[in-house]
Nanobody
């Protein structure tokens, strides 16, 4: 089992920045677990935002956040981050981190472990 806890959400003005954190516990965090961030806006389905392989060697981003968000991870701290810059009102959502040992790490259905989510609200 892997337990995930997100933090760092809040209210920010358009154009601002936030850094979300996802702290993992349980099975060894860096033991081949890829990590992903997903988000869900009111009335919409949960969607992929970003993912990183267990080694950190490869990262993947949704087109809507490419160039604005990054997903670094620190295996020594059992933590993955989502650095969000140039935020837009359409980025408003609950953000979830997730862990998987499967290969297709941009697919929501491939993830086994989920955090409880953290709210990000971007005002115009």
């Amino acid at each position: 089992q892997v337990q995930l806890v997100e933090s760092g959400g809040g209210l920010v003005q358009a154009g601002g920045s936030l850094r979300l954190s996802c702290a993992a516990s349980g099975r060894t965090f860096s033991n081949y677990y890829a990590m992903g961030w997903f988000r869900q806006a009111p009335g919409k389905e949960r969607e992929f935002v970003a993912a990183i392989t267990w080694s950190g060697g490869s990262t993947y981003y949704a087109d809507s956040v490419k160039g604005r968000f990054t997903i670094p991870r620190d295996n020594a701290k059992n933590t993955v981050y989502l650095q969000m810059n140039s935020l837009k009102p359409e980025d408003t959502a609950v953000y979830y981190c997730a862990a998987t040992r499967r290969v297709a790490i941009t697919a929501l259905a491939e993830y086994d472990y989920w955090g409880q989510g953290t709210q990000v609200t971007v005002s115009s």
